[in-house]
Protein backbone atom coordinates (compact mmCIF):
# COMPACT_ATOMS: atom_id res chain seq x y z
CA UNK A 1 0.00 0.00 0.00
CA UNK A 2 1.06 3.58 -0.90
CA UNK A 3 2.17 6.08 2.36
CA UNK A 4 3.20 9.34 2.47
CA UNK A 5 6.97 8.80 3.80
CA UNK A 6 8.30 9.94 0.16
CA UNK A 7 6.90 12.94 0.77
CA UNK A 8 7.46 13.34 4.33
CA UNK A 9 11.53 12.78 3.54
CA UNK A 10 11.47 15.67 1.06
CA UNK A 11 9.74 18.05 2.96
CA UNK A 12 12.36 17.16 5.65
CA UNK A 13 15.01 17.65 3.75
CA UNK A 14 13.59 21.55 2.55
CA UNK A 15 11.54 20.95 -0.32
CA UNK A 16 7.70 22.53 -0.01
CA UNK A 17 6.12 21.54 -3.46
CA UNK A 18 6.31 17.84 -3.82
CA UNK A 19 5.11 16.46 -7.14
CA UNK A 20 4.57 12.95 -7.72
CA UNK A 21 4.56 12.10 -11.66
CA UNK A 22 3.26 8.78 -13.60
CA UNK A 23 2.11 7.85 -17.10
CA UNK A 24 -0.54 5.69 -18.42
CA UNK A 25 -0.94 3.90 -21.59
CA UNK A 26 2.82 2.87 -22.31
CA UNK A 27 1.69 -0.54 -23.48
CA UNK A 28 -1.12 0.17 -25.65
CA UNK A 29 -1.11 0.40 -29.43
CA UNK A 30 -3.15 3.08 -30.33
CA UNK A 31 -3.27 6.57 -29.07
CA UNK A 32 -0.69 8.97 -27.34
CA UNK A 33 0.56 7.98 -23.70
CA UNK A 34 -0.96 10.35 -21.39
CA UNK A 35 0.92 11.30 -17.95
CA UNK A 36 -0.22 13.56 -14.81
CA UNK A 37 1.66 15.30 -12.37
CA UNK A 38 -0.18 16.34 -8.56
CA UNK A 39 1.17 17.95 -5.94
CA UNK A 40 -1.18 16.58 -2.67
CA UNK A 41 -2.35 19.24 0.09
CA UNK A 42 -1.08 17.52 3.44
CA UNK A 43 -4.12 18.94 5.34
CA UNK A 44 -6.21 17.37 2.79
CA UNK A 45 -6.04 14.04 2.59
CA UNK A 46 -7.58 11.69 0.19
CA UNK A 47 -8.70 8.17 1.82
CA UNK A 48 -8.24 4.85 -0.47
CA UNK A 49 -5.29 6.13 -2.84
CA UNK A 50 -3.39 3.27 -4.21
CA UNK A 51 -1.91 1.68 -7.34
CA UNK A 52 -4.59 2.13 -10.26
CA UNK A 53 -4.23 -1.34 -10.90
CA UNK A 54 -5.76 -2.45 -7.91
CA UNK A 55 -8.81 -0.34 -8.03
CA UNK A 56 -11.76 -0.42 -9.95
CA UNK A 57 -12.56 1.85 -12.73
CA UNK A 58 -16.01 3.58 -10.88
CA UNK A 59 -13.40 3.83 -7.95
CA UNK A 60 -10.97 5.39 -9.97
CA UNK A 61 -13.18 7.92 -11.26
CA UNK A 62 -14.14 8.22 -7.81
CA UNK A 63 -11.14 9.14 -6.60
CA UNK A 64 -10.10 10.79 -9.26
CA UNK A 65 -12.87 13.79 -8.82
CA UNK A 66 -11.23 13.63 -5.24
CA UNK A 67 -7.93 14.26 -6.31
CA UNK A 68 -8.62 17.61 -8.60
CA UNK A 69 -10.79 19.15 -5.83
CA UNK A 70 -8.38 18.82 -2.96
CA UNK A 71 -4.79 18.52 -4.95
CA UNK A 72 -2.88 21.78 -4.43
CA UNK A 73 -1.81 21.46 -8.05
CA UNK A 74 -2.28 18.71 -10.76
CA UNK A 75 -1.91 18.97 -14.64
CA UNK A 76 -2.47 16.10 -17.55
CA UNK A 77 -0.25 16.14 -20.50
CA UNK A 78 0.45 13.32 -23.53
CA UNK A 79 2.47 12.19 -26.49
CA UNK A 80 0.51 11.64 -29.35
CA UNK A 81 1.30 8.77 -31.11
CA UNK A 82 3.63 10.42 -34.02
CA UNK A 83 6.08 10.97 -31.03
CA UNK A 84 5.78 7.44 -29.98
CA UNK A 85 6.90 6.32 -33.38
CA UNK A 86 9.82 9.16 -33.39
CA UNK A 87 11.40 9.33 -30.38
CA UNK A 88 10.18 5.41 -28.47
CA UNK A 89 7.41 4.88 -25.85
CA UNK A 90 9.94 5.26 -23.18
CA UNK A 91 11.05 8.62 -24.27
CA UNK A 92 7.63 9.77 -25.25
CA UNK A 93 6.46 8.65 -21.89
CA UNK A 94 9.31 10.80 -19.97
CA UNK A 95 8.11 14.06 -22.34
CA UNK A 96 4.76 13.33 -21.24
CA UNK A 97 5.78 13.56 -17.74
CA UNK A 98 7.95 16.80 -18.35
CA UNK A 99 4.66 18.17 -19.81
CA UNK A 100 2.90 17.26 -17.43
CA UNK A 101 5.00 18.65 -14.41
CA UNK A 102 5.45 22.01 -16.66
CA UNK A 103 1.89 22.39 -16.57
CA UNK A 104 1.78 22.62 -12.70
CA UNK A 105 0.13 25.59 -11.50
CA UNK A 106 2.14 25.87 -8.66
CA UNK A 107 5.81 25.43 -9.91
CA UNK A 108 7.18 22.37 -7.56
CA UNK A 109 11.09 22.19 -6.31
CA UNK A 110 10.80 17.88 -5.90
CA UNK A 111 9.64 15.20 -8.22
CA UNK A 112 8.76 11.34 -7.02
CA UNK A 113 8.57 9.06 -10.59
CA UNK A 114 7.48 6.16 -11.15
CA UNK A 115 10.52 4.53 -11.76
CA UNK A 116 11.89 7.36 -14.40
CA UNK A 117 13.37 10.79 -13.90
CA UNK A 118 12.36 13.20 -16.56
CA UNK A 119 14.85 16.22 -18.02
CA UNK A 120 14.06 18.89 -15.85
CA UNK A 121 16.37 21.10 -13.82
CA UNK A 122 14.08 19.51 -10.27
CA UNK A 123 15.38 17.39 -7.93
CA UNK A 124 13.84 14.30 -8.57
CA UNK A 125 13.50 10.47 -7.40
CA UNK A 126 12.68 7.56 -9.40
CA UNK A 127 11.24 4.61 -7.26
CA UNK A 128 10.11 1.50 -8.83
CA UNK A 129 6.64 0.29 -8.52
CA UNK A 130 6.39 4.19 -7.26
CA UNK A 131 2.27 3.58 -7.65
CA UNK A 132 1.98 1.17 -5.12
CA UNK A 133 4.62 3.04 -2.56
CA UNK A 134 3.74 7.30 -2.49
CA UNK A 135 0.36 8.34 -2.54
CA UNK A 136 1.58 11.10 -4.37
CA UNK A 137 2.52 9.06 -7.23
CA UNK A 138 -0.80 6.89 -7.04
CA UNK A 139 -3.16 10.27 -7.19
CA UNK A 140 -0.56 11.65 -10.42
CA UNK A 141 -1.11 7.81 -11.88
CA UNK A 142 -5.28 7.73 -11.19
CA UNK A 143 -5.57 11.02 -13.31
CA UNK A 144 -3.59 10.16 -16.31
CA UNK A 145 -5.67 6.36 -16.24
CA UNK A 146 -8.98 8.50 -15.63
CA UNK A 147 -8.12 10.87 -18.70
CA UNK A 148 -6.43 8.44 -21.09
CA UNK A 149 -9.96 6.09 -20.69
CA UNK A 150 -12.04 9.13 -20.83
CA UNK A 151 -9.90 9.87 -24.66
CA UNK A 152 -10.24 6.14 -25.72
CA UNK A 153 -14.25 5.94 -25.11
CA UNK A 154 -14.55 9.15 -27.50
CA UNK A 155 -12.18 7.98 -30.24
CA UNK A 156 -14.29 4.22 -29.73
CA UNK A 157 -17.15 6.78 -31.12
CA UNK A 158 -14.76 7.46 -34.10
CA UNK A 159 -13.34 3.99 -34.47
CA UNK A 160 -15.86 2.05 -33.35
CA UNK A 161 -14.89 -1.11 -34.92
CA UNK A 162 -11.48 -1.73 -32.48
CA UNK A 163 -13.57 -1.47 -29.13
CA UNK A 164 -11.42 0.59 -28.14
CA UNK A 165 -14.27 1.79 -24.64
CA UNK A 166 -13.23 -1.61 -23.42
CA UNK A 167 -9.79 -2.74 -24.55
CA UNK A 168 -8.51 0.67 -23.95
CA UNK A 169 -6.26 0.28 -27.41
CA UNK A 170 -4.78 -2.49 -25.69
CA UNK A 171 -3.32 -5.42 -27.69
CA UNK A 172 -6.61 -7.54 -26.57
CA UNK A 173 -7.82 -10.61 -28.90
CA UNK A 174 -10.50 -8.32 -29.86
CA UNK A 175 -8.36 -5.60 -31.18
CA UNK A 176 -5.62 -7.47 -32.38
CA UNK A 177 -8.29 -9.35 -34.58
CA UNK A 178 -10.20 -6.18 -35.77
CA UNK A 179 -6.60 -4.82 -36.96
CA UNK A 180 -5.91 -8.07 -39.02
CA UNK A 181 -9.60 -7.29 -40.72
CA UNK A 182 -9.53 -3.49 -41.03
CA UNK A 183 -5.44 -2.63 -40.68
CA UNK A 184 -4.39 0.53 -38.22
CA UNK A 185 -6.14 3.51 -38.19
CA UNK A 186 -3.97 7.07 -38.89
CA UNK A 187 -3.93 7.11 -34.73
CA UNK A 188 -2.18 3.50 -34.26
CA UNK A 189 1.07 3.31 -32.87
CA UNK A 190 3.06 1.95 -35.98
CA UNK A 191 6.19 1.15 -34.43
CA UNK A 192 5.03 -1.47 -32.15
CA UNK A 193 5.19 -4.79 -34.25
CA UNK A 194 1.53 -5.66 -33.92
CA UNK A 195 0.54 -2.73 -36.17
CA UNK A 196 3.17 -3.11 -38.55
CA UNK A 197 2.14 -6.14 -39.17
CA UNK A 198 -1.63 -5.59 -39.25
CA UNK A 199 -0.69 -3.05 -42.23
CA UNK A 200 -2.19 -4.67 -46.04
CA UNK A 201 -0.89 -2.18 -48.15
CA UNK A 202 0.80 1.52 -48.66
CA UNK A 203 -1.91 3.21 -48.14
CA UNK A 204 -1.47 2.96 -44.35
CA UNK A 205 2.44 4.23 -44.68
CA UNK A 206 3.43 7.43 -42.63
CA UNK A 207 1.27 10.46 -43.80
CA UNK A 208 1.00 12.47 -40.31
CA UNK A 209 -1.47 13.02 -37.59
CA UNK A 210 -4.22 15.74 -36.97
CA UNK A 211 -3.49 18.17 -34.39
CA UNK A 212 -4.71 17.18 -31.46
CA UNK A 213 -6.35 20.68 -30.74
CA UNK A 214 -6.98 21.55 -26.84
CA UNK A 215 -7.11 17.35 -26.19
CA UNK A 216 -4.84 17.85 -22.98
CA UNK A 217 -5.83 21.30 -21.73
CA UNK A 218 -6.20 21.35 -17.62
CA UNK A 219 -8.88 24.02 -16.31
Known sequence: MPSSRYE????????????????????????????????????????????????????RDVLGGRIRERALAWAVAGADAFEIDRVNILQASRLAMKRAVERLRTASDFLLIDAVTVDLPLQQRAIIHGDSLSFSIAAASILAKTARDAALAEWDRVFPEY?????????????????????????????????????????????????????????
Open 8 to 59: RAARSAGYRCIAGVDEAGRGALFGPVFAAAVVLDPARQIRGLDDRKQLDADR
Open 163 to 219: GFSHNRGYGTPDHLAALQKLGPTTLHRFSFEPVRNACHSRDYLWSGYPEQGELFACP
